[in-house]
């Protein structure tokens, strides 16, 4: 089937970049004398027919904002048939050909779904801060929040060492210790406590005491959210080594933010690769980036659980303390 008209759309959480990968559709499809129809808020706006004409000023000065001028957001109504037929509905009645997929694992699952059912061509532009989506190396957004919690890190560091305290950090990742352990390195912590990890409480207490006997004045502990709470390990650090222990929840702005050159080019990369994947009468897959080649990974691959190789960071943390 040849394709005319393209529906981009950015779905699940959002992350620095998706702007830029948005953009880069556009143009790319456009650059081939294709349409492009905007779907608003995700899913949910394909089920409700939430559609925009996209053109080349339509994307103009997004490529440097956080977020998605797309909008996105959670649809569990799409996991139903009711839903997924009204989506179905939309395609057909404005004739389009074939989707680009902004988002993270759940929303290549839907994708996935989605194909098989209907069978509309669909690429995914892989998009998480987490950086977990398997068979994927990095993902659009990731060096992003990378950076925002190194910054923050950096300056509590400074009233750290400062005040002589210890610091727990909690960064995002419910199920995975991506950010935490490259935050943690980066900037040069003590500690990172990760979801694929076990950690003995007791046991990092008597380090910082140990430490602290030797002279060490301050100690920076990160914690991915799925690991354990900051508030509650603070405290349990103050109980049991009598220590001024503090702690700091980054939350959401990591999510946020200008995206960094690293993420940028990811998605502009990655953009055009989608469409020249659609129009090369690919579907089903996602598109990332290898070694400076585009790698072409099924859905099916990529909704798997990611295989997460933490302990050469883990180590390398350790060792450098």
Not at 128 to 153: E, P, Q, R, V, Y
Not at 253 to 260: A, E, I, K, N, W
Request: glycine share 10%; hydrophobic share 45%; charged share 25%.
């Amino acid at each position: 089937m040849a394709i005319k008209r393209i529906a981009v759309l950015t779905t699940g959480g959002d992350a620095p970049g998706m702007n830029a990968a948005i953009r880069a559709v556009v143009r790319c499809a456009i650059n081939k004398n294709r349409e492009v129809v905007g779907v608003m808020r995700g899913w949910q706006g394909l089920i409700n027919e939430e559609l925009k004409h996209m053109d080349h000023r339509s994307v103009s000065g997004i490529i440097n904002q956080g977020g998605t001028m797309l909008k996105t957001a959670r649809c569990p109504d799409f996991a139903t048939k009711k839903g997924m037929e009204r989506a179905f509905n939309t395609v057909k009645e404005h004739q389009i050909d074939g989707l680009v997929v902004i988002g993270g694992n759940g929303s290549f699952r839907a994708a996935h779904e989605f194909y098989k059912k209907y069978k509309i061509p669909a690429i995914g532009i892989p998009v998480s801060i987490d950086n977990d989506i398997n068979g994927i190396d990095f993902t659009i957004g990731w060096d992003t929040a990378i950076n925002t919690a190194l910054n923050a890190i950096d300056n509590i560091r400074d009233t750290a060492t400062s005040m002589e305290r210890i610091f727990v950090v909690e960064v995002m990742g419910r199920k995975s210790g991506a950010i935490a352990l490259a935050v943690a390195l980066g900037g040069g912590c003590e500690e990172a406590l990760i979801p694929e990890k076990k950690f003995d409480l007791a046991k990092i207490c008597h380090e910082i005491v140990e430490g602290n006997l030797r002279g060490k004045i301050s100690w920076i502990l990160v914690v991915a959210e799925g690991a354990g709470h900051a508030e509650e390990i603070a405290k349990q650090i103050k109980d049991l080594t009598s220590l001024d222990t503090r702690a700091v929840v980054l939350g959401h702005v990591q999510r946020g933010g200008r995206p960094t050159a690293v993420s940028r080019d990811l998605a502009l990369n990655l953009g055009k690769a989608a469409v020249d994947c659609l129009l090369a009468g690919k579907k089903d897959l996602a598109v990332s980036v290898f070694a400076g080649k585009i790698r072409e990974v099924p859905f099916a691959e990529a909704v798997k659980k990611k295989n997460f190789k933490y302990e050469h960071f883990y180590n390398l943390i350790k060792i450098l303390t």
